[in-house]
């Protein structure tokens, strides 16, 4: 059976946390690396462009894109038509971008959670399902 693939991209400032991830669901996931491998300073946009393509063009079921605030990133990835990418800094924001936004795409602040608490709002996201309905309305008028 094949895994689900995942498209995931960060800076400098989320190449532990990426780790991190990567290590946590290998498992479940085929992780497509689009980010930095290090620690010296990049540009974000860099990693989040590929990132967004994947998941645009269904290569990857969904992306999950880090740096500091993870607002630099989810800026970015929002300005491809088909990305839906919400910035979760707890559990009721990540519950919150999947099921009432249809989120294809997490952003996490790396700078503003431990590992431990990132891992949590990653899985939060992940077990939502998208409610449709109302949603689906407001959510159908999301692009320009």
Known sequence: MSKIKVSIGNDHAGTELKNRIVKEYSGQFD???H?????ESVDYPDYVHPVANDVEQGVSAFGILICGSANGVCMTANKHQGIRAGLAWNKEVATLIKQHNNANIICIPARFLSEDEALEVLQT???QDFEGGRHQTRVDKIPC
């Open 31 to 33: 992780f497509i690396n």
């Open 35 to 39: 980010g930095t491998d290090g620690s």
């Open 125 to 127: 996201y992940i077990d």
